[in-house]
């Protein structure tokens, strides 16, 4: 039977395209680990790696409570849920799960995602409507750069981008729009390619002024920022005074998948009525839900975990420094290091993977053309040795591509 010849043509336009990224240095290769997350890991081809590219801000992948916990989620409630939650039945585990995670970022209720992505598509989407408008940061997360242009598409929304952490711009585009019924402000919590953290009190204090509604994605943030982990409105004192959050169970809180919208009772019961990605998507895996909320009580219970991994990314930055890089400045575990160009980013990670550390460099167009990175990630289940040994590769790498 003939091939369709579109189909011949898409791959054709496809291979030339891909064959353009191996030839300058901007081709992706994948790596695989045989074995769990964590600070190390064995990696096919290569054995043991010190892992410095994950989202495991708390070590908790691999911790044994955690994978237990999981466990114990599939044997009593199986492998999935078979529907949505309104079709089939919403399984208990996940109401205690949205329980655990409304009373750890501070609002009264919370709901489940099979993704922060789906949660961050829904928000927007789903609870504004033509007469409302939503301004996002202009280095706001993908997920959000979508969700907005959907709301845009579906909903009819007025849309704009405000300037990025610029409080004057952000007020004037509120201040010009007071013929909205419902005017929103989305931001990032922490700015996962630079590690910035977002200025919440003052982000806070104009929505306040302008009777906007204050959205916050704290993917990087919850586990990582306030004294005991619960996010960037602790980091802040602002605790329970933020009126949506989204945020992600596949970082710092054991890393599997899932996401979450938290919030007032309305705002939760409403995406459960009309959130699209909640009404034609099964729900989490039970087993995710389950060492989910393992990781929450392992967090609540150890605060010391935060503790270390601040100190961990202070010293890691500090000692890079040191050496003559020029990571840019911050107070999370995420430490970039810009080099410009995108094919020396991914060189020098490759060389860094040729010494052991498996660290991921980032070019365009995860982040503007020129601002090309090796974006590191601390762990608090890295060790000093683990740190230490990081960072002479950093040494040994740099002095050969002269750039310390």
Known sequence: ??????????????????????????????????????????MEGRGEVIILSSNNYLGLCNLPEVVRAGKDGLDRFGA???????????????????????????????????SCWNANEAVPGTLLGEEDLVLSDQLNHASIIDGVRLAKAIARCQTGVYKHADMADLDAKLGAAKDRRIKMVITDGVFSMEGAIAPLPDLLAICRKHDAVLVVDDSHA?????????????????????????????????????????????????????????????????????????????????????????????????QLTALGFKPLPGETPIVPVILGETAHAIRMSEMLLDEGVFVTGFGYPVVPQGQARVRCQVS?????????????????????????
């Open 1 to 42: 039977m003939p091939q369709d010849t579109s189909v011949n043509a898409l791959d054709a336009r496809l291979t030339t395209q891909l064959e353009e990224f191996k030839r300058d240095g901007v081709y992706k290769r994948l790596n695989h680990l045989d074995g769990p997350q964590g600070a190390r890991a064995r």
């Open 380 to 404: 608090a289940a890295h060790t000093r040795t683990d740190l230490d040994q990081a960072l002479a590769a950093f040494a040994q790498v740099g002095r050969r591509l002269g750039l310390i």
């Open 222 to 318: 919850t586990g990582v920022l306030g004294a005991t982990g619960r996010g960037t409105a602790e980091h802040f004192g602002l605790l329970g005074q933020i009126d949506i959050i989204t945020s992600t169970l596949g970082k710092a809180l054991g890393g599997a998948a899932g996401g979450f919208v938290a919030g007032s009772e309305a705002v939760c019961d409403y995406l459960t009525q009309r959130a699209r990605p909640q009404l034609f998507s099964n729900a989490l895996p039970p087993t995710v839900a389950a060492s989910t909320i393992a990781s929450v009580q392992y967090l609540e219970a150890h605060p010391e975990r935060v503790t270390g991994l601040r100190m961990n990314a202070r010293y890691f930055r500090d």
């Open 80 to 114: 999935g849920t078979a529907s949505v939650r309104f079709i089939c039945g919403t399984f208990t585990i996940h109401r205690e799960l949205e329980q655990v995670l409304a009373r750890l970022v501070g609002t009264p209720a919370s709901l489940s995602f099979v």
